[in-house]
């Protein structure tokens, strides 16, 4: 049995075979819903693709950023404020996340998580890295080892 889960946080549906302690494959975010449907998987497969493809519409294909921030794991020697010591613990945690990750979890304003960031840079305690972009070459030596 496989039950329908709306995500309270983005409103997206999904097929689970829980509904406590759901991640959203949308947001990642993990809740406890109340399951809209139970009952076979084909028939659910074909309700929730129903239902995305009406709130899909309304979203923007998202960008991902190329720049990804760590913690370079050294002990702070200056105070931190508030928001500088929960951006460094979550880089600890979760390793590479890019500023409008951050900003979603931290829920402040990327432009704040990015003077954040940088000062965080001056001191030493994270670095920035840029993801390289994909070429042609590289899609052929993927060709090559296959």
Same mark, same amino acid.
């Given at each position: ?43 659910? %497969? ?13 979203? %923007? ?69 840029i993801k390289p972009k994909k070429t042609l070459e590289s899609f052929s030596e ?5």
């Amino acid at each position: 049995m496989v039950y329908i889960v709306v995500c309270p946080f983005c409103s997206m549906v999904r097929v689970s075979f829980k509904f406590i302690g759901v991640e959203c494959r949308f947001c990642g975010r993990v809740y406890d819903a109340e399951p809209v449907f139970s009952g076979g998987l084909e028939e659910a %497969r074909s309700i929730v693709s129903k239902l995305n493809t009406k709130s899909t519409q309304s979203f %923007r294909k998202a960008r991902l950023s190329r720049y990804r921030w760590i913690a370079t794991g050294k002990k702070p020697r200056v105070e931190l404020s508030a928001d500088m010591a929960k951006i460094l613990y979550i880089l600890e945690e979760k390793g590479g996340m890019t500023v409008g990750e951050l900003s979603y979890i931290l829920v402040l304003k990327p432009r704040k998580v990015k003077e954040i960031l940088q000062a965080l840079r001056k001191v030493g305690l994270a670095e920035c890295f840029i993801k390289p972009k994909k070429t042609l070459e590289s899609f052929s030596e993927d060709q090559d080892t296959l």
